[in-house]
Structures are given as C-alpha cells and as structure tokens.
C-alpha cells in the first residue's frame, strides 16, 4: 500500500466514531449513519489520486459523510410522500446525547433547519473549529456562527430545561 493509502486508513480508523455521531445525529438512525460513514470512506478512498493535499483527507471525509446524511434524508422525504409511517425502534443505544435523552435530542435536532442542524453536529458534537465547520458545510464563518446561535436559541426553546 502507498503512503496515502495507509493514511486513509489510519484516517478512517481514527476518526470513525466522530463521524459516526454526526451522522447518527443528522440522520438519527444508527444503522443508516453506518452506512452513511462507510459509503463516504470509500468515495473519498476511490478518488484518492485526486486528491491534491492529503492533509485535507479529514476535511473531505467530513463533508463526504455530511453530503451522504443530506442524500439520505432527501430519499426519506420522497419516501414518506409515498409510504406509509413504520415505527421503527432503534435497538443500539450510543452516547450521542451525552447525558440527554438521545430520542429527546433526535427530535429537537430534527426540528431544525437543515443547515442550523448541520452546523450544531459539525460544532458541538464534532468538536470541530468555526473554521473547519465552514469548510465542511461550504459557507462562510459568519454563516456558522448565525446556523449555530439561532440552531442553540431554538434548542433551547424546544428543550426548555432539559439542557
């Protein structure tokens, strides 16, 4: 294997349960961001020889795995048009909520504008830098910092005390 090669998979290794939890939260559905994450891997692996600076492997990882979360739920959008609802219960608990309910913050996410949502994942539970949150969601800082001011003043309307 050469040298990129090895650092995508370190890359991937590392960093997969950071990008799981932001898919998880922007699809809320486990089993979906396990497919979400080990799709966008193989993009970003498949396309690897375009990839000018390898040092910026990580940044399309993230925006791979966040275009795939917006693919999938465009396709459940179309699909609740045309199927009926199924209640499905998700059978693996994780620690995306860090000591709130899980479903309580699925449901507050999901009330959100895309882009605040995508912005509060990226941040807040990414961990990642205004900086870094901008290039993953292809805007501005300033854009950030209004998806994630508005995105937390509606949380925490929507979440009252439980926060």
């Known amino acids: 294997m050469d040298e990129l090669t090895n650092k995508l998979t370190d890359l991937y290794q590392e960093h997969y349960a950071q990008l799981l939890r932001i898919a998880v939260l922007l699809v809320d559905d486990r089993a979906s961001a396990e497919d979400i994450v080990q799709d966008a891997y193989l993009r970003v692996f498949d396309s690897r020889t375009r990839l000018r600076d390898p040092d910026k492997a990580l940044a399309f990882l993230r925006q791979a795995v966040l275009n795939r979360a917006r693919s999938t739920l465009r396709r459940r959008l179309v699909a609740r048009k045309y199927l009926p609802k199924l209640a499905v219960a998700d059978s693996h608990p994780d620690d995306t909520g860090r000591g709130l309910d899980r479903a309580v913050l699925a449901q507050a996410l999901a009330r959100l504008p895309r882009r605040q949502r995508e912005a509060i994942v990226l941040r807040y539970y990414a961990d990642l830098s205004e900086l870094r949150t ?30």
Do not use: I
């Open 134 to 163: 901008a290039e993953v969601m292809g805007c501005s800082q300033g854009s950030v910092k209004s998806y994630c001011s508005r995105g937390v003043a509606r949380l925490s309307e929507l979440l009252g005390e439980r926060v």
